[in-house]
């Protein structure tokens, strides 16, 4: 078995499935757990990760209004490679390299063709049942049942943590500062397992573009700031730049490692949210 991944959080869950040796090929995103960015890299960006949210986001514009994608694709490396297995997604364009961006690569493909596994996890439960599915494609089927039935057990632990609270304070969670975007997909659902109320974004649903009326209105008592791919430094750095979130009390993450990449970690995005909602619950995780 030889697997591509095009997904961190794939490439995640390939690992804590025991196939981290069946691994040949990786995005440019994927990185953990440690060791994985050793392999080789079949994908690109063709925007800078590490510019200011309002200049990734002005490039993104630009690329879908010319019909471009986001990443490009090595279909060379990847014709020499020859994976058995690429596991892809179709929940974002901006997100990782899509089935339409595959077709690309591979159109000129001599020899057997791979399978393709497209996740689209839009709910806590797709998440997990992601880990199934990958299990199941990759001949560990039984490794998959096994993990995802050890993420239900420690998802509904700290859950029963959330629901024990005696108050249920007031969460927005914002994935993007220039322009807001609040948290949506399984985000809302993390919010009610720790304990809290999503303002914004409907669970199963993409994340919705908000206003500052809107969130200055709701009067959130926790604002969660997780910025779509940006590790802790970047998401601290745009926090920085949007003085209106001054008058909010703020707890900001890692966004790229845990809240907005759906494997394994899920568990312990929880974990951070139900320390930022209800420190007196769980204290001992750490925000910033």
Not at 107 to 129: Q, R, T
């Amino acid at each position: 078995m030889r697997i591509v991944s095009l997904l961190p959080s794939a490439t995640e869950t390939v690992c804590a499935l025991g196939a981290r040796d069946a691994l040949v090929g990786r995005s440019h995103e994927c990185d953990f757990p440690a060791g994985v960015a050793s392999l080789p890299v079949v994908s690109s960006p063709r925007l800078d990760p590490r510019a200011p949210g309002r200049a990734i986001h002005d490039r993104i514009e630009e690329l879908v209004t010319r019909g471009l994608s986001i990443y490009e694709l090595d279909a060379a490396r990847l014709r020499e490679l020859a994976p058995d297995v690429i596991v892809t997604q179709t929940l974002c364009e901006v997100c990782a390299a899509t089935p339409a961006d595959l077709e690309t690569a591979l159109g000129s493909w001599i020899g057997h063709a791979p399978a393709i596994v497209s996740l689209a996890p839009l709910s806590l439960d797709d998440v997990l049942e992601d880990v199934t599915r990958i299990g199941s494609a990759i001949g560990r089927a039984e490794e998959g049942a096994a993990l995802g039935a050890r993420l239900r057990a420690s998802i509904e632990s700290l859950s029963a943590l959330g629901r024990s609270a005696a108050a249920r304070p007031r969460v927005a969670a914002l994935e993007w500062l220039d322009p807001l975007i609040a948290g949506g997909n399984w985000m809302p659902e993390l919010i009610e397992r720790a304990g809290g109320v999503p303002l914004f974004g409907k669970a199963g649903q993409h994340s919705p573009r908000i206003t500052w009326e809107e969130l200055e209105a709701a009067r959130p008592d926790v604002v969660v700031v997780v910025p779509c791919g940006f590790d802790l430094d970047q998401a601290c750095a745009e926090v920085d730049r949007t003085p209106r979130l001054e008058q909010f009390l703020c707890r900001v993450f890692d966004g790229n490692q845990y809240f907005n990449r759906p494997g394994p970690r899920i568990v312990e995005s929880l974990a951070l949210l139900l320390n930022a909602v209800h420190p007196e619950l769980y204290p001992g995780k750490g925000v910033s």
